[in-house]
């Protein structure tokens, strides 16, 4: 296991390190810079405005503009010297660098610290992984059993309606039922808040829905695709002629073999969640770190851009890493075909 | 395997008719966009700016026949916009899916066929590009694009094409690198390989024809996601032309739609609702039919 986990953590540094650059090299190709004024109403063209060229200079030095591209890189990813002379350490050490829209505040200061009083909960970060985990609870904790419900009975009417039913829900793209949502719930309907404070469980409900459709529409169809599978198979069969009980079939052979399909395929479920999290996040105004994103790339806030881009692949690669392990946890014949080293 | 061959058998289900009708009117709507749509998409009667649909009598202002779905803040018709809309959305399915395919397919088949390290590192850069965000990678493609191209009608489509294209061709190369793994070992690779077939005939002749059905359901899923995106960087407001933040969409598209209805949500929420609703039924076309194919080609 050991092996297997050191060249793994060697390949997820390679993978962000990978990102770290493109994003870098991306951003930077962008025309313009945080200050210039391209955009008509964005804050940047009000200080655009009354900024002169040593004003100018004088930020692109402080923030490290000034410098080559390639020794702005390692500046931002390893350190650089200060004014002082002194060291200090870049990503690396977890520091990810001072942000230019929001003068004064540190990018970690902003996505991590709560306001004034408040708790980590109450912070960028803590409202975006709490919508997430409400949505990936309610998508895992309707989908496997809906899906279990109806794969054990595959015949039946309640089960094809299920079946249409999800279809029809994959298809549905999120973005328009978020807005769907809102158009109806709150705009006519009034049944919830336009702006919420986002402080009562209330608010939360329709965002952590819209976000949750699509994930549990598809954890159900793979678990019922794979339920009927396993159920044909003929160790099934034997477990209900040597006479078990229904609720052992169902819990100890059933579900356990069918599980390894729906975690793999939960995974890459997951990861297009965060996806969705920018867009719902920014229909719902929601103050997760999605809206910073997207403010942070239209106002050429590269600090601000690279952090973001860090911590989402962080946890892109960290799902997927889990995943591996625990699909090989579950199925011996992995581990095996591993240790042969088959592919 | 044929990859026409479910057709047949797919006709059978409802969903599949569903789908065809609804792509059908969708396409003849993009077609005869000059022909049925009631006015001029880019007209600005300011005279008549900002009127509800015609079927609303009770606010000040009443509804006129003559703008069934009522008009912008600038007076045009929000009808005549939806269908040149349509129009927007199937000419960027055409030339930002094709471009995506074009590029998964080759690289997908490159990758796969070679292996080794190649192969390796494709995989890794691969792995890159999926941890990133897709959408704000599209977006700054977009970003990046808009100001290099001389301004035209055509420029703001063809950033759009290349965003989606850049994030999107990864999951192709994926799928189609995965099936050749399997398809690699088996005897007609073998005996095209031992009688000296270029590998580039290989590729084409004997690996293409047998992962075609995944690029064709690919393709089909696909359709709907660049329009989806269209609309998504509409309401966000980086628009497929113009500027950023306030600045007015000079195609009439779907997202362009989105970006001035939602200012104008208790006004004329029909800004916002009807190219949902069309968003929303052309995605529900796409991929109820793509699953359909996909459930076809698992059974054969």
């Keep these: ?343 | 395997m044929n990859a026409l061959l479910p057709w047949k058998r797919i006709l059978r289900r409802r969903a599949v008719w569903f789908s065809l009708l609804v792509m059908a009117v969708l396409g003849s709507v993009a077609v005869l966009a000059p022909w049925i749509s009631p006015h001029d998409p880019y007209r600005q009667e300011i005279a008549q700016h900002g009127l509800p649909p015609s079927w609303v009598h009770e606010t000040g202002r009443p509804g006129v026949a003559e703008y069934p779905l009522g008009t912008d803040r600038f007076g045009r018709d929000i009808l005549s916009r939806l269908i040149y809309g349509t129009r927007t959305a199937f000419f960027l399915a055409l030339a930002g899916v094709s471009l995506a395919a074009l590029i998964g397919t080759v690289v997908g088949l490159i990758t796969g066929y070679a292996g080794g390290r190649l192969d390796a590192s494709a995989v890794l850069f691969m792995d890159m590009i999926q941890s990133l965000p897709g959408i704000m990678f599209a977006v700054i493609i977009v970003l990046i694009l808009r100001t290099r191209l001389t301004p035209s009608w055509l420029h703001g489509m063809v950033t759009l094409v290349v965003g989606f294209a850049a994030v999107s061709w990864v999951s192709l190369a994926r799928l189609i690198r995965i099936n050749l793994l399997q398809i690699k070992s088996q005897l007609f690779v073998e005996a095209a390989i031992s009688i000296g077939a270029a590998p580039r005939r290989i590729m084409l002749r004997h690996l293409l024809p047998n992962v075609s059905h995944v690029v064709l359901v690919w393709i089909i899923n696909a359709i709907p996601a660049i329009i989806l995106l269209e609309a998504v960087l509409g309401y966000i407001g980086v628009g497929v032309t113009g500027a950023v933040d306030g600045g007015e969409f000079t195609v009439v598209s779907w997202g362009g739609m989105f970006f001035s209805g939602r200012s104008a949500l208790s006004s004329n929420p029909l800004m916002l609702i009807t190219p949902s609703l069309c968003l929303l039924l052309m995605s529900m076309s796409f991929i109820l039919l793509a699953d359909a194919l996909e459930g076809a080609y698992r059974q054969q």
């Design chain 1, 1 to 343: 296991m050991l092996p297997f986990l050191l060249t793994r953590l060697l390949r997820v540094v390679t993978v962000l390190v990978g990102v770290a650059l493109i994003m870098f090299l991306l951003m930077h190709a962008i025309p313009g810079n945080p200050w210039s004024s391209d955009y008509s109403s964005s804050p940047r063209a009000m200080i655009g405005l009354s900024m002169d060229k040593s004003t100018q200079r004088e930020l692109d030095r402080r923030f490290g503009l000034d410098l080559p591209l390639w020794r702005q890189f390692t500046r931002y990813a390893i350190g650089d010297f200060a004014e002082d002379g002194s060291f200090f350490c870049g990503a690396v050490c977890g520091n990810l660098g001072p942000s230019i829209q929001q003068r004064g505040r540190s990018v970690s200061e902003i996505l991590f610290e709560p306001p004034e009083g408040k708790t980590f909960l109450q912070s960028r970060f803590g409202y975006s992984i709490r919508l997430i985990l409400f949505a990936s609870l309610i998508a895992v904790g309707l989908g496997i059993p809906l899906g279990l419900l109806s794969g054990m009975q595959p015949y039946s009417m309640s089960s094809r309606i299920t079946s249409v039913g999800l279809a029809a829900l994959i298809s549905i793209p999120n973005f328009v039922l978020g807005l769907l949502a809102i158009i109806v719930l709150a705009s006519w309907l009034s049944i919830i808040k336009v702006l919420p404070d986002w402080d009562s469980a209330g608010d939360w409900i329709v965002p952590a829905l819209v976000l949750a459709v699509l994930p549990m529409a598809t954890i159900a169809r793979v678990t019922r695709a794979s339920v009927i599978n396993v159920l044909n198979a003929d160790y099934v069969r034997t477990a209900r002629a040597k006479g078990l009980a229904e609720s052992r079939v169902v819990l100890d052979h059933v579900l356990r073999n069918a599980l390894l399909p729906i975690i793999t395929f939960t995974g890459p479920t997951l990861v297009e969640m965060f996806a969705a999290l920018l867009i719902i996040e920014s229909i719902y105004s929601f103050p997760g770190f999605g809206r910073e994103y997207w403010s942070a790339v239209l106002n050429l806030d590269y600090p601000m851009i690279m952090g973001l881009t860090l911590i989402y692949a962080t946890a892109v690669v960290v799902v997927n890493v889990v995943i591996e392990v625990v699909s090989e946890i579950l199925d011996p014949r992995i581990r095996m075909a591993r240790r042969q080293g088959l592919p």
